[in-house]
């Protein structure tokens, strides 16, 4: 990821300077010390999961992510000026997603299969209020339309985490409420008559352990089998400012 926004970066003065001269929108807006505008967004959010010494054992249970779920973000977008080619943003916001751990019966076997237990995978449902402040470097501007990008850090509070487990419903995997991501990530203003849209791609990863290391009495080989669990997410959002 640092080597593409290094390329991408490298990139843009040359950019600027391969297009030809065309009519430009005069967008008040961009001018402006503070404007407001709103996002809407698709998230994919994942875990990096580290497994514990006694799941890498024969015969034993080893957590993995297999598959990963869509959703979506909705947020507010405040943007500050601060120069020519930066821009202070705060976007408070909600996103909704999901992420499912599955596990493997691992056995030492000839041909050295597992076996999917199914009736242990866990479907984490989250539910974040989120307060990204995020540090914008702007391009030059290319007729209608200027490469940025983008890197800060962004707090979230998860909703949906559980003080209890869930076991009328299988769920034996509790996250802890909140956690510090850093973000970076590129995208592309587009000047349009009335408004500037943007589309832009970001990875979120937290910093801290989420996993709460509490298991349940009944099933506690599903959170002794890792070691430590930290949340990421991509996020593809459209900006309407």
Same mark, same amino acid.
């Given at each position: 990821?640092?080597?593409l926004?290094?390329?991408?970066l490298?990139l843009?003065?040359v %950019?600027?300077?391969?297009?030809?001269?065309?009519?430009m929108n005069?967008?008040?807006?961009?001018?402006?010390?503070? @404007?407001?505008?709103?996002?809407?967004? %698709?998230?994919?959010?994942?875990?990096?999961l580290?497994?514990s010494?006694?799941?890498?054992?024969?015969?034993?249970?080893?957590?993995?992510?297999?598959?990963?779920?869509?959703g979506f973000?909705?947020?507010?977008?405040?943007?500050?000026?601060?120069?020519? @080619?930066?821009?202070?943003?705060?976007?408070?916001?909600i996103?909704?997603?999901?992420?499912?751990i599955?596990?493997?019966?691992?056995y030492d076997?000839?041909?050295?299969?597992s076996?999917v %237990?199914?009736?242990?995978?866990?479907?984490i449902e989250?539910?974040?209020?989120?307060f990204?402040?995020i540090?914008?470097?702007?391009?030059?501007?290319?007729?209608?339309?200027?490469?940025?990008?983008i890197?800060?850090l962004?707090?979230? %509070?998860d909703?949906?985490?559980?003080?209890?487990?869930?076991?009328?419903?299988?769920?034996?995997?509790?996250?802890?409420?909140?956690d510090?991501?850093?973000?970076?990530?590129?995208?592309i203003d587009?000047?349009?008559?009335?408004?500037?849209?943007?589309?832009?791609l970001?990875?979120?990863v937290?910093m801290?352990?989420?996993?709460? @290391?509490?298991?349940?009495?009944? @099933?506690?080989?599903?959170?002794?089998?890792?070691?430590?669990?930290?949340?990421k997410?991509?996020?593809l959002?459209?900006?309407?400012?």
């Amino acid at each position: 990821m640092k080597k593409l926004l290094l390329i991408i970066l490298s990139l843009l003065p040359v %950019l600027g300077f391969s297009q030809k001269k065309k009519p430009m929108n005069d967008v008040i807006y961009d001018k402006k010390t503070l @404007h407001f505008g709103f996002t809407l967004g %698709l998230n994919t959010m994942d875990f990096v999961l580290y497994p514990s010494r006694s799941a890498i054992l024969p015969d034993s249970l080893y957590p993995d992510v297999a598959m990963l779920h869509p959703g979506f973000n909705i947020n507010v977008v405040s943007s500050l000026k601060l120069s020519e @080619h930066f821009n202070f943003r705060f976007l408070p916001g909600i996103s909704f997603g999901q992420r499912s751990i599955y596990y493997y019966r691992r056995y030492d076997g000839q041909q050295g299969d597992s076996l999917v %237990l199914e009736n242990s995978n866990q479907k984490i449902e989250s539910s974040f209020l989120e307060f990204p402040f995020i540090f914008k470097y702007k391009s030059v501007r290319i007729n209608n339309w200027r490469p940025y990008l983008i890197g800060g850090l962004n707090y979230r %509070l998860d909703l949906a985490a559980k003080k209890e487990y869930k076991e009328d419903k299988n769920i034996y995997i509790r996250l802890k409420q909140s956690d510090i991501y850093y973000e970076v990530g590129f995208g592309i203003d587009f000047f349009l008559k009335y408004f500037k849209f943007s589309a832009e791609l970001k990875l979120s990863v937290g910093m801290r352990d989420v996993l709460v @290391h509490d298991p349940s009495a009944s @099933h506690p080989e599903l959170v002794t089998s890792i070691d430590r669990l930290k949340s990421k997410i991509w996020i593809l959002s459209f900006h309407f400012e």
